[in-house]
T-cell receptor, first 112, second 109 residues
Framework: DAMVIQNPRYQVTQFGKPVTLSCSQT?????MYWYQQKSSQAPKLLFH???????NEADTPDNFQSRRPNTSFCFLDIRSPGLGDAAMYLC???????????FGQGTRLTVV | SQQGEEDPQALSIQEGENATMNCSYK?????LQWYRQNSGRGLVHLIL?????REKHSGRLRVTLDTSKKSSSLLITASRAADTASYFC?????????FGKGTMLLVSP
C-alpha cells in the first residue's frame, strides 16, 4: 500500500509557467520534506514542515514555495520554472525527530 | 554544511562478494541513516544508527558509526544482483535530514 504518494510522476511545464507538485501521506506523520534531486546528485533539502511550522533552507531560491494545508497534504509550488529547475522532486515524511523517513516515488519535472 | 560524503563514488563487484561504503560528515548528529535508491525511483530507508550506538545489523547489512571520526560505514554481505542501486548516507539533526552524494553499486551476476 502506497504510504507517500506523489502526483504526477512526470510533469512537463513551460519555461516561466507556474507549476504545482503534490504529495500526500497516509502515515499521519508530523514532518514532511521536499527534496530536489538532479541527475547523479544527492537529494537536496528545499524545506520541511514540522506540523504547521515551516522551515526553509537558507539556499532554497524564492522561486520555490510550499503549502501544507493539513497533515496529509503538502504542495511544492515553483512560481517561474527555469531550465535549471528540471529535476526529480522527492517528498518524504517522518514521524518525528530521530526517526526514519519514508519517500514517495518522486515527480520528474521537465521544463521546456 | 553537515552533508555526508560517501566513498567510493562507484563500486563494481561480483555476486557473492561483500560491498563496503563509507560516509563522512562534518557536524553533530542525532542519528545517521542509510538509504537505497534504484534508478529513477524514490529512496528506501535501510537502517538508522543513533549517535550513541556504534554498530547495528539488519539482515545482510552492517552499519558502524564512529562519532569521534564523524564517519560511518555500510557493509552489504553476500551481495546479489538485486542490490544494484545507489546508496546514500543521511545525517539527521533536529528533523533536518541531509544526504551525502551517494555510492553507485553495481553487482554483476
Amino acid at each position: 500500500d502506497a504510504m507517500v504518494i506523489q502526483n504526477p510522476r512526470y510533469q512537463v511545464t513551460q519555461f516561466g509557467k507556474p507549476v504545482t507538485l503534490s504529495c500526500s501521506q497516509t502515515l499521519n506523520h508530523n514532518v514532511m520534506y521536499w527534496y530536489q534531486q538532479k541527475s547523479s546528485q544527492a537529494p537536496k533539502l528545499l524545506f520541511h514542515y514540522y506540523d504547521k511550522d515551516f522551515n526553509n533552507e537558507a539556499d532554497t531560491p524564492d522561486n520555490f514555495q510550499s503549502r501544507r494545508p493539513n497533515t496529509s497534504f503538502c504542495f511544492l509550488d515553483i512560481r517561474s520554472p527555469g531550465l535549471g529547475d528540471a529535476a526529480m522532486y522527492l517528498c518524504a515524511t517522518s514521524r518525528a525527530e530521530n526517526t526514519e523517513a519514508f519517500f514517495g516515488q518522486g515527480t520528474r519535472l521537465t521544463v521546456v | 554544511s553537515q552533508q555526508g560524503e560517501e566513498d567510493p563514488q562507484a563500486l563494481s563487484i561480483q555476486e557473492g562478494e561483500n560491498a563496503t561504503m563509507n560516509c563522512s560528515y562534518k557536524t553533530s548528529i542525532n542519528n545517521l541513516q542509510w538509504y537505497r535508491q534504484n534508478s529513477g525511483r524514490g529512496l528506501v530507508h535501510l537502517i538508522l544508527i543513533r549517535s550513541n550506538e556504534r554498530e547495528k545489523h539488519s539482515g545482510r547489512l552492517r552499519v558502524t558509526l564512529d562519532t569521534s571520526k564523524k564517519s560511518s560505514s555500510l557493509l552489504i554481505t553476500a551481495s546479489r544482483a538485486a542490490d544494484t542501486a545507489s546508496y546514500f548516507c543521511a545525517t539527521d539533526l533536529y528533523s533536518t535530514l541531509t544526504f551525502g552524494k551517494g555510492t553507485m553499486l553495481l553487482v554483476s551476476p
